[in-house]
Structures are given as structure tokens and as C-alpha cells.
T-cell receptor, first 116, second 112 residues
Framework: DVKVTQSSRYLVKRTGEKVFLECVQD?????MFWYRQDPGLGLRLIYF???????EKGDIPEGYSVSREKKERFSLILESASTNQTSMYLC???????????????FGPGTRLTVL | GENVEQHPSTLSVQEGDSAVIKCTYS??????FPWYKQELGKRPQLIID?????GEKKDQRIAVTLNKTAKHFSLHITETQPEDSAVYFC???????????FGPGTRLSVLP
């Protein structure tokens, strides 16, 4: 059973603070992803990583950075939190595709971040 | 890049009726199309998926159809039950196991 966990379910921070959101998966998945989820906009990809120390920008990387020092852990960093970063943040992981087949993503429970 | 549209944004059906949610995608290279269900306060969970070499897939009360020529795919839920009430997301993948592009979601309400 795939398990993806996130460090916090709810987080309240102040504008300008540095925020760390952590995600851990226990299935030895190569790919890990960070999304934000906002009403009416669905899930938007912030960053993803396909290997340790590798990262790729998603659709909305501005204001965010990521870190992947270990295979099982993928961190999302808000260098200076702003109110427009108030959102639900979802982490996901998936196997690296072999033979050009895509594998599904498994999601963590989400972190609801409020920036005041 | 890929763009996924999803309709309708909200859908209400009577218990026992069928529900259909449709998605269109723009990139003909997309080859994998999962559907996720997200209940209130919970994480999205995969309910069914289809690959581009298959036209239809069924799992009990849910089915997905894919029309590659028209670049659209649909989720069909038959004999709906109150526990089917949730937000449903479609997605399309243009790379091999990497980034998905999600539709904006459909809020399905099954009325008793």
C-alpha cells in the first residue's frame, strides 16, 4: 500500500516568513510532485523531481523552490510567504515509467497553508 | 503545452441515475488518462485510468471511454449512490510517468 505523508495538515504563517512543506513516500518512487489546489482551478503543478537532486519547474514555480536530497523526501519551500500563496498543497509520487508506460500518481493528505 | 478542459463543473443527479463527465485535451502526444476522486477533506485517489491504446475500460459501476481522434475522454458512473458525491478530476499525461495536467474538476452531487 503506497503511503505518502506530509508534515502538516494545517499551517498558519505570516507574510514574509520562510515556509517548509515536507513530503515523504515509502514506496521507493522515483518521481515526486508538488501541486497547489485552489477552487475552480484544479491541481496546478509547482515543481516535480524525477531523481535525487533533480528538479523541474511546473506550471507555477514562481515564489517557490524545492529540495530533494533523499529519494523518499521532497520539500517545498516558500522563501518569503505571501497571502496569495494561501492554498491547499498536495504532494504526490509515482514510479519512473519503463517501456514508455506512465504510472499513476499517489497523493498525500495535503497541507492547508494560510498566510496572514 | 497540454491543456485539459473538463465539463460540467458541477453535476447533480438523482440516486440511481447515471453521471457523465467529459474532458478534452490538446496535445495529441498524451498517452495516459487517469481519473481521480476527491472526497471532502481527503486526498485525490485514482478510481480508473485508460491508456491511449485502449478505447474503453470498465470497473464495476465506472467506465472510461477515450476518443483519440477527437481528443476527448469521458467518465461514466452508473447506478449512482450518495457515496459517489465528490469532486472528480481528469488528467492527461504527455510524458512518460512524469507531469500530469489536470482538469479543473467536477463536483458531483448524488441526491437521495
Amino acid at each position: 500500500d503506497v503511503k505518502v505523508t506530509q508534515s502538516s495538515r494545517y499551517l498558519v504563517k505570516r507574510t514574509g516568513e520562510k515556509v517548509f512543506l515536507e513530503c515523504v513516500q515509502d514506496m521507493d518512487h522515483e518521481n515526486m510532485f508538488w501541486y497547489r489546489q485552489d477552487p475552480g482551478l484544479g491541481l496546478r503543478l509547482i515543481y516535480f523531481s524525477y531523481d535525487v537532486k533533480m528538479k523541474e519547474k511546473g506550471d507555477i514555480p514562481e515564489g517557490y523552490s524545492v529540495s530533494r536530497e533523499k529519494k523518499e523526501r521532497f520539500s517545498l519551500i516558500l522563501e518569503s510567504a505571501s497571502t496569495n500563496q494561501t492554498s491547499m498543497y498536495l504532494c504526490a509520487s509515482s514510479l519512473l515509467s519503463l517501456a514508455a508506460k506512465t504510472d499513476t500518481q499517489y497523493f498525500g493528505p495535503g497541507t492547508r497553508l494560510t498566510v496572514l | 503545452g497540454e491543456n485539459v478542459e473538463q465539463h460540467p463543473s458541477t453535476l447533480s443527479v438523482q440516486e440511481g441515475d447515471s453521471a457523465v463527465i467529459k474532458c478534452t485535451y490538446s496535445d495529441s502526444a498524451s498517452n495516459y488518462f487517469p481519473w481521480y476522486k476527491q472526497e471532502l477533506g481527503k486526498r485525490p485517489q485514482l478510481i480508473i485510468d485508460i491508456r491511449s491504446n485502449v478505447g474503453e475500460k470498465k470497473d464495476q459501476r465506472i467506465a472510461v471511454t477515450l476518443n483519440k481522434t477527437a481528443k476527448h475522454f469521458s467518465l461514466h458512473i452508473t447506478e449512482t449512490q450518495p457515496e459517489d458525491s465528490a469532486v472528480y478530476f481528469c488528467a492527461a499525461s504527455t510524458n512518460y510517468g512524469q507531469n500530469f495536467v489536470f482538469g479543473p474538476g467536477t463536483r458531483l452531487s448524488v441526491l437521495p
